[in-house]
């Protein structure tokens, strides 16, 4: 089992990549993390620090072509982009900032107090039977330090992939970053999720450094406006503490509006 398989150049979604608001339709974070893996082999010396995702809209469960290029090329600090075409159109694009890899211990670092109990110490997320294949459910191991999908507001979150992000591949530690970063809407809703929709229209990752140990925490909140708009920002960890943020600007509706 994987996110995606491979057909050549192209990535096949399987329904491991589908998203909840529409089935015909990939999570976030699925598309998000193979940008970030495109990125990572058109310049792997370097380390991504920023990376944000736009997505121009809802991105299909059809296959996907995705290409990445380094557009300020340098020894010490790259930006690279990359886009995203399904059926032959552009339904996402990135663009990171890439840093050479210093030696910089003892400078000063704040205190990182850990998100809470190790995630081998809390039981897994379960779904009720009977769930369809998705990013959320089948590809991604969920681990509530605080709250749940069943109450409403800011949550603490352990976030591991349950399987390869590509066919064959070991995902790296940034792509399992930002495959987590995208949830942060979805695990601090305030909203009914049958009444409403808050989706992300980007999604921006700031990475202090890579996580260690195969989980990322997120602690996550919600803020809404009267307009129809709202950010959610999440804190990501790993064990040792604080390794970056996420940032994802939302576009609120009415269901059926």
């Not at 294949?133 to 605080?146: K, P, S, Y």
């Not at 064990?239 to 509006?257: D, E, M, N, Y």
Request: charged share 25%; hydrophobic share 40%.
């Amino acid at each position: 089992m994987s996110v995606f398989t491979r057909d050549g150049d192209l990535l096949i979604p399987t329904g491991h990549a589908r998203g909840p608001w529409d089935p015909d339709s990939m999570h976030g974070g699925a598309p998000a993390a193979v940008a970030a893996r495109a990125i990572e082999q058109a310049s792997p010396d370097m380390r991504i620090v920023r990376l944000t995702v736009e997505f121009i809209g809802a991105v299909p469960m059809l296959p996907l072509s995705v290409e990445a290029r380094v557009v300020k090329p340098g020894k010490r600090f790259q930006i690279a982009e990359a886009t995203i075409h399904a059926d032959g159109r552009e339904v996402a694009w990135a663009r990171a900032n890439l840093l050479r890899t210093e030696d910089t211990q003892g400078v000063p670092r704040p205190d990182r107090a850990p998100l809470g109990p190790a995630p081998d110490t809390i039981e897994r997320h379960r779904y009720k039977p009977g769930d369809v294949e998705e990013f959320g459910i089948t590809a991604m191991d969920l681990r509530f330090v605080e709250s749940s999908f069943a109450e409403r507001g800011p949550a603490k979150v352990w976030f591991r992939l349950d399987m390869p992000l590509v066919e064959g591949e070991e995902p790296s530690a940034t792509q399992l970053a930002v495959a987590a970063g995208d949830f942060g809407n979805g695990v601090s809703n305030i909203l009914d999720w049958n009444e409403w929709l808050f989706v992300n229209t980007e999604l921006t990752i700031h990475l202090g450094r890579e996580p260690q140990g195969g989980w990322v925490g997120l602690d996550a909140v919600t803020v809404l406006e009267e307009n129809g708009s709202g950010l959610a920002v999440s804190t990501l960890h790993d064990q040792s503490g604080p390794i970056g943020r996420a940032a994802q600007a939302l576009f609120v509706t009415p269901r059926g509006r």
